[in-house]
Every structure is written in structure tokens, then in C-alpha cells.
């Protein structure tokens, strides 16, 4: 399967836990984003990496969160420190460079804080 | 902040019945893409439709854009239970600063009865 890849699927955690979340992109995607989706709404934009330059980072994206895509390549998100509010489902998605390209997304990561 | 907005917010057909959904958006745009989301999945791209086009066919989609009004539908004819889920258009808004964040409406929840 050459798709955009998410591990864990699922994931329930304590508050106050950290959690990561790692995405495989594409392969000859250079462009990965992260988006979070919360029961009953779209998936909002958290954040945008063109190779390993993280290019854009949205107002959701507090400073309990982090994103790295070191060499260009899969990318890890991190939660420190979660709250209840936090539990949603995260989105990995990749695309080529260019504009006006299909954006394909992952199966998406599952977050419940207990 | 969610630009796109679906409408109707759900739909309950009967198989081989026409589908059809509506979605608006408030700024200006590069491009609209549709998306499928089956329960708990990630999202599946179905269609995307440039600034300057009009019209889109996809095997059984169909797609409208009209820029004057900020508005796009997607018809799905001769609808099959499979296609039960949720749809949500994503706009790729026109920023000269180079942004490249899909924005997501609240989705229409798509019920095809056999």
C-alpha cells in the first residue's frame, strides 16, 4: 500500500500524558500537513511542512503541541501534557509541490483523554 | 475557522435515487475538492475543481462550481448503499502569501436506504 500511513490508530491516555503520533506520507510527496477533526465537525488545519520546513502553523496549534519532519520525510506530532479537550481524531495528509494539487489523507489517528 | 458550509447537513435516499449537495464558501479560491469520509476512516478524495472550470464529471459525480456566487454542488446519480457516509467540500483559498490550508465545511451525512 503506497498510502499515507498514521500509526498509532488509536490511542487513549491519562491527562497530563504526552502522546505522539508519527505519519509516512507518500513517498514523492514533499508537502505533509496535519489536521484535527473533532466528532460531528470538518477536519481543521493544524499545520504544514514543504520537506522538512514546517511552512505554516495555525492559531489551534498551542504551544502543548509540536510537529517535526526531520530529513523531509515521515513526521511525528506531539501532544505534552493533554487535556480532555485535546480528544479528536488527527489527521496526516501529503500532496505534491505545485499548486492546485489532490491533498490524500491518511486513516487518521484516534485520541481519547481520560 | 471552517469557510466551506454543506448543505443540506444530512440526507436520507433511497438506492438508485440522485444525490445532491451543496456547498458555499466566502473567499476567493484556487480550487474546491470533495471529499468522503466513511465513519471513523480518513478521508477519501473524490474531485477537484479549478477556479476557472465549471463543470466536473467523476464516473457517477458531478461536480458545479460558480465563482459569482461562491457556491459549488456534487450530484452522485444512481446513489448504491456504499455510498453512505459523510461528504465535505474543502476549498484551497487564493492567498498571495502563498497559504496552502484546505479549508473544511461541517460536511452533508449521506444515507443511501437499500
Not at chain 2, 469557510?3 to 479560491?29: H, V
Amino acid at each position: 500500500d503506497t498510502g499515507v500511513s498514521q500509526d498509532p490508530r488509536h490511542k487513549i491516555t491519562k491527562r497530563g500524558q504526552n502522546v505522539t503520533f508519527r505519519c509516512d506520507p507518500i513517498s514523492e510527496h514533499n508537502r505533509l500537513y496535519w489536521y484535527r477533526q473533532t466528532l460531528g465537525q470538518g477536519p481543521e488545519f493544524l499545520t504544514y511542512f514543504q520537506n522538512e520546513a514546517q511552512l505554516e502553523k495555525s492559531r489551534l496549534l498551542s504551544d502543548r503541541f509540536s510537529a517535526e519532519r526531520p530529513k523531509g520525510s515521515f513526521s511525528t506530532l506531539e501532544i505534552q501534557r493533554t487535556e480532555q479537550g485535546d480528544s479528536a481524531m488527527y489527521l496526516c495528509a501529503s500532496s505534491p509541490s505545485g499548486s492546485g494539487n489532490t491533498i490524500y489523507f491518511g486513516e487518521g489517528s484516534w485520541l481519547t483523554v481520560v | 475557522s471552517q469557510q466551506g458550509e454543506e448543505d443540506p447537513q444530512a440526507l436520507s435516499i433511497q438506492e438508485g435515487e440522485n444525490a445532491t449537495m451543496n456547498c458555499s464558501y466566502k473567499t476567493s479560491i484556487n480550487n474546491l475538492q470533495w471529499y468522503r469520509q466513511n465513519s471513523g476512516r480518513g478521508l477519501v478524495h473524490l474531485i477537484l475543481i479549478r477556479s476557472n472550470e465549471r463543470e466536473k464529471h467523476s464516473g457517477r459525480l458531478r461536480v458545479t462550481l460558480d465563482t459569482s456566487k461562491k457556491s459549488s454542488s456534487l450530484l452522485i446519480t444512481a446513489s448504491r448503499a456504499a455510498d453512505t457516509a459523510s461528504y465535505f467540500c474543502a476549498t484551497d483559498p487564493y492567498s498571495g502569501a502563498g497559504s496552502y490550508q484546505l479549508t473544511f465545511g461541517k460536511g452533508t451525512k449521506l444515507s443511501v436506504i437499500p
